[in-house]
């Protein structure tokens, strides 16, 4: 990425998945973050405080919907995307039907590189 001017400090949007053992997403979110750290508080956090809220009212069941992996083996995922703002990453967020697409859309580029 050459065409943006260089920042002192790299805002990306980052994507924080709760993910099955088999990879299906769960639930997932996004924000904009500066480093992985903030990333942890500001967007992975929420997720997993969310999923369990989830949990206890019952709004998403403790198992995958798609493979049956019970809540005890899934875990959370955290990944930089090639956005920068919320802004410019919601049109393919938005486009995405389901969450697995929303990943492929927005982490696609990002997973084969070294
Ligand atoms: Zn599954």
Do not use: Y
Not at 11 to 26: E, G, S, T
Not at 67 to 75: E, T, Y
């Amino acid at each position: 990425m050459s065409d943006r001017p260089p920042t002192n400090v790299m805002r990306r949007v980052w994507i924080a998945q709760c993910l099955c053992p088999a990879r299906h997403a769960i639930a997932a979110t996004a924000g904009e973050a500066a480093s992985e750290a903030e990333a942890v508080g500001a967007v992975e956090r929420p997720l997993r405080i969310e999923v369990e809220a989830m949990l206890r009212a019952g709004t998403i069941d403790p198992w995958c919907d798609i493979c049956r992996a019970p809540r005890a083996l899934w875990a959370f995922e955290l990944g930089r995307t090639k956005f920068t703002t919320m802004a410019e990453a919601r049109p393919a967020l938005e486009r995405s039907a389901d969450e697995q697409a929303l990943t492929r859309a927005v982490l696609g580029g990002s997973q084969g590189r070294a």
